[in-house]
């Protein structure tokens, strides 16, 4: 059930992004499986699939902004 839940979430956090940076969902997808958020979020050890949906987009907009992701453009 774990997995499930954690795939609607991360569905949610995509759809978020998409309308956050003003990109079609697909590309808010692969933007979104590039970044150590994801990474996170996948790993239980963070606890950040605890925290709310619009936590998590704080963190990738952070990441975003942080430059961390070199191919955001």
Not at 4 to 20: D, F, G, N, P, Y
Not at 37 to 61: F, K, P, W
Request: charge should be positive; charged fraction near 25%.
């Amino acid at each position: 059930m774990r997995k499930e839940v954690l795939w609607r979430k991360t569905s949610r956090i995509i759809i978020m992004l998409a309308a956050e940076l003003d990109i079609e969902p697909q590309r808010a997808l692969n933007l979104f499986y590039q970044t150590q958020t994801c990474r996170q979020l996948n790993d239980e050890r963070y606890g950040l699939h605890l925290m709310s949906d619009r936590y998590v987009l704080a963190n990738l907009i952070q990441e975003f902004r942080h430059g961390v992701l070199n191919s955001a453009n």
